[in-house]
């Protein structure tokens, strides 16, 4: 295999939602960051998280806290356990983790900006989450008739692109009214397009006064360098500093996020082993399918911590 090049993503998306924290739930060795959300929460991380209903998991600011907290948890462990990564990487609300992961956030902090993220975004959006998600996942080859009708029902519903991912996938977002009537357009014919069950019209114009309230807050951050360069989802830039953080982390908030750019900048800087924290293996598996030098795993494909050092090694065989 030669010398092992690592990067670390960071998801954005839930897994199999009501499973997501059981495990950070009792266990001891993460009694300390359950303190750290139970005080952030105001009760107990348990009570709290028994207590939500199904559909309350997927609220906005629920949703990303679980999300953030899953993902810490993960790191935690799995950090003194593998060598340092030469790039983060994180989608959508990941690209906020990633800056706990490079080191400029603990997790108190982060955990605090995570909140305060999804809080004004939900604000940003107002009443536009009312009846099913707000966003949707654009997949699979299409005729050039179909095409030109997606277009045109985006620009006739509002429909912004959150999201190029790679082989022509896209993620849409807008109103939930905006997102039902372009399903419901019988000229846009596309049986592999998904509905997701989100709140909130992440990475759409929508959410402008949502990035220029963040940029204040993380200006008042303690966010410092990142010691391992995160890659910038609006352009894949590598971020350094500070201030390039607080620059990129505001503004994707409201602008199209490149996860096909971030992609290629992996396998440009020489990366051939990538590790998603999870939950789900979503990133793992575009890398792969994009990007076939690259090998791509997401924690939850392993039965153990440790097995995720072995994998390393015999990468580096």
């Known amino acids: 295999m030669g010398t092992l090049r690592l990067a670390i993503l960071c998801s954005g998306q ?18 300390g960051l359950r303190r750290i959300a139970s005080e952030l929460l105001g009760e107990e991380l348990e009570v709290w998280w028994r207590n939500l209903t199904d559909e309350a998991i997927f609220a ?6 679980s999300i953030a907290l899953y993902q810490l948890s993960v790191w935690q462990r799995i950090a003194p356990l593998i060598p340092q990564p030469a790039l983060i990487a994180g989608y959508s609300l ?3 983790v990633a800056y706990h992961v490079a080191g400029s956030l603990d997790a108190v902090e982060t955990l ?9 975004m939900d604000e940003a959006a107002g009443g536009m989450a009312v009846s099913g998600g707000c966003m949707l996942l654009w997949r699979g080859r299409v005729s050039r008739r179909t095409q030109e009708a997606k277009e045109r029902g985006m620009l006739a519903c509002g429909l912004d692109t959150a999201i190029v991912r790679n082989r022509g996938e896209q993620v849409l977002a807008g109103s939930a009214d905006a997102v039902g009537r372009f399903l419901a357009d019988p000229q846009i014919i596309n049986p592999d397009m998904v509905r997701l069950a989100i709140t909130t019209p992440s990475h759409s114009r929508y959410l402008v006064t949502a990035s220029e309230a963040f940029r204040g807050a993380l200006d008042n951050s303690r966010l410092a360098d990142p010691a391992v360069p995160v890659l910038a989802g609006v352009d894949a830039t ?5 201030s390039q953080a607080v620059d990129v982390l505001s ?10 750019r971030c992609m290629t900048a992996l396998e440009e800087a020489g990366i ?9 293996n979503d990133l793992a598996k575009l890398v792969e399918a994009g990007h076939p030098r690259i090998s791509a795993r997401s924690i939850d494909e392993f039965h153990d911590w440790y097995a995720v050092r072995e994998w390393l090694k015999s990468r580096s065989n």
């Open 272 to 280: 051939n082993t990538v590790i998603e924290l999870g939950p789900g």
């Open 94 to 96: 990941g690209e906020l």
């Open 60 to 65: 906005n600011e629920i949703a990303q806290f």
């Open 251 to 260: 503004r994707q908030i409201s602008t199209t996020l490149r996860w096909d």
């Open 14 to 31: 839930a897994g199999q939602q009501r499973a997501m924290l059981e495990n950070l739930l009792n266990a001891p060795d993460l009694a």
């Open 112 to 120: 605090v900006l995570v909140r305060h993220r999804a809080r004004l």
């Open 238 to 242: 590598r971020v350094r500093t500070r």
